[in-house]
C-alpha cells in the first residue's frame, strides 16, 4: 500500500522557521515528481511547491518563493518543505503529494495530476 506520511508540523511564532517532511513508500522514489499542497482553514487547497523528479527542478508558489525551500534525499525515500520568515496566513494543513513519470507538459499547480497524497501535517503560525 502507496504511503505518504508527513512529519514536522507545529506551532511556530511569526518569523520562525519548521521543516516538513515526506516519508514516501513509492519505489523507485526517484522516479516520481513530488510536491507540498497546503489547505487553510476555510479555503481550498492549493500548490506550495514541487519538485521534479527528472532533474530535481523546483517550483514555487508566488508567495512562497524565497521563503520555501523544497529538497528531496531519494535515499531515504523522503522530500521536505523547508519554511522560514512564516507568517500567520501560513497556518494551514500541508500535504504531500506524487506522480509518477508525469508527462513533460505536467502543470505543477494542478492537483488532478498527482495520483498519491498523504494524510498532512498541521502548522500554526501564531502572531
Known amino acids: 500500500q502507496v504511503q505518504l506520511v508527513e512529519s514536522g508540523g507545529g506551532l511556530v511564532q511569526a518569523g520562525g522557521s519548521l521543516r516538513l517532511s515526506c516519508a514516501a513508500s513509492?519505489?523507485?522514489?526517484?522516479?516520481?515528481?513530488m510536491a507540498w499542497f497546503r489547505q487553510a482553514p476555510g479555503k481550498e487547497r492549493e500548490f506550495v511547491s514541487a519538485?521534479?523528479?527528472?532533474?530535481?527542478?523546483?517550483y514555487y508558489a508566488n508567495s512562497m518563493k524565497g521563503r520555501f525551500t523544497i529538497s528531496r534525499d531519494n535515499t531515504r525515500n523522503t522530500v521536505y518543505l523547508q519554511m522560514n520568515s512564516l507568517k500567520p496566513e501560513d497556518t494551514a494543513v500541508y500535504y504531500c503529494?506524487?506522480?509518477?513519470?508525469?508527462?513533460?507538459?505536467?502543470?505543477?499547480?494542478?492537483?488532478?495530476?498527482?495520483?498519491?497524497w498523504g494524510k498532512g501535517a498541521l502548522v500554526t503560525v501564531s502572531t
Open positions: 503529494a506524487a506522480v509518477r513519470y508525469p508527462v513533460e507538459t505536467m502543470v505543477f499547480e494542478k492537483q488532478s495530476e498527482y495520483d498519491y
Open positions: 513509492l519505489r523507485p522514489f526517484s522516479t516520481y515528481t
Open positions: 519538485i521534479s523528479w527528472k532533474d530535481d527542478n523546483t
